[in-house]
């Protein structure tokens, strides 16, 4: 069962304009999330990352939002631009699990493209 | 270099063969792992190395794979064996300490194939 979701496969978004890629959780245990971009055939590279004790986190153009209650967060892009286009892919994992770091747990990912 | 290395880039492999594919995490970097990425899907967690210490494999999918880093830098994830449904890209990522809330820096992947 996908831990985590991401309902959408690919979003177009025109240039200039907000992206918002979504992404849900079902497990309580995560309190650490994080955005990926993924150009093909490389790996994945950190983009923003968001701690359950906050609800917001900007990073220029990037934001993450963080609703608890409703397992749910999204990372705006304004305004996107071109080389946004890429695979996003959202990931969680436990802040602090004790017996050292945990892998990640993923979403799908979802396709951006930006449209000129 | 700079960010984590994997080689080789590109695998092709015949069912039943043995690979053996290398990742250099960044230097001084605690904390390496290994995930497997199938077409149209996220990366899914494999293993967890601490230095030299294997502390998670609950994602090794079967008992023909095996993970190593006997001098906690370079890691070696070994495929015996190999069957059609191993084709995928298998991604290395580290990080600079032990712990969780550290960002994980990725390679670019083998992508394996086997006919």
């Known amino acids: 069962d996908q831990q985590v979701k991401q309902n959408s496969p690919s979003l177009s978004v025109q240039e200039g304009r907000i992206s918002i890629l979504n992404c849900d959780y079902t497990?309580?245990?995560?309190?650490?999330f994080l955005w990926y971009k993924k150009y093909p055939a490389e790996g994945p590279t950190f983009l923003i990352s968001?701690?359950?004790?906050?609800d917001k986190n900007e990073d220029g153009r990037f934001t993450v939002f963080l609703n608890k209650s409703a397992k749910h967060l999204s990372l705006h892009i304004v305004p996107s631009q071109p080389g946004d286009s890429a695979v996003y892919f959202c990931?969680?994992?436990?802040?602090?699990?004790?017996?050292?770091?945990?892998?990640?747990?993923f979403g799908k990912g979802t396709h951006l493209i930006i449209q000129p | 270099g700079a960010g984590v290395s994997q080689s080789p880039r590109y695998k092709v492999a015949k069912r039943g063969q043995d690979v053996a594919l290398r990742c250099d995490p960044i230097?001084?970097?605690?904390?390496l792992f290994w995930y497997q990425q199938a077409l149209g899907q996220g990366p899914e967690f494999l293993t967890y190395?601490?230095?030299?210490?294997?502390?998670?494999k609950s994602g090794l999918p079967s008992d023909r794979f095996f993970a190593e880093r006997p001098e906690g830098s370079v890691s070696t994830l070994k495929i015996q064996r190999t069957q059609q449904e191993d084709s995928a890209v298998y991604l290395c990522?580290?990080?600079?300490?032990?712990?969780?809330?550290?960002?994980?820096?990725f390679g670019p992947g083998t992508r394996l194939t086997v006919t």
């Open positions: 990931a969680a994992n436990k802040e602090y699990s004790g017996g050292g770091a945990d892998g990640l747990t």
């Open positions: 190395f601490q230095n030299e210490a294997q502390l998670d």
């Open positions: 230097s001084g970097h605690v904390s």
């Open positions: 497990n309580s245990m995560f309190d650490y």
């Open positions: 990522a580290s990080t600079k300490n032990s712990d969780s809330i550290y960002e994980q820096y």
């Open positions: 968001i701690s359950s004790i906050k």
